[in-house]
Structures are given as structure tokens and as C-alpha cells.
């Protein structure tokens, strides 16, 4: 990727999926992770645009 494309991947963001995942890596045992992922399930993150 050059560097126009570099650029436009930086101001674009971060993709939905993206936050999602880093959401989930940061819990802390595994009953953190099963009510994270119902989270993410019901919406939690929907008002982001899907973008990758």
C-alpha cells in the first residue's frame, strides 16, 4: 500500500470489527468473555459503520 493509501486507511478509522475483537481481548476471565461477546451480540457496537 503507498502512501495515499496509507493515509486514507488512517483517517478512515478503525473498523467495527476491529473494536470488537479488542473489546474481547480485554476480558478478564472467561465469564468476562461469554458476557462481552452477549454484548457484542445485542448491539453494543452497532452505531459503528461496518468498514474493512
Known amino acids: 500500500m503507498g502512501l495515499i493509501g496509507n493515509l486514507k486507511a488512517a483517517l478512515r478509522g478503525r473498523s467495527r470489527e476491529d473494536v470488537e475483537l479488542d473489546y474481547l481481548n480485554q476480558a478478564t476471565s472467561r465469564v468476562d468473555l461469554e458476557l462481552r461477546q452477549r454484548e457484542i451480540e445485542h448491539g453494543r457496537f452497532r452505531h ?4 474493512g
Open 48 to 51: 459503528l459503520s461496518r468498514r
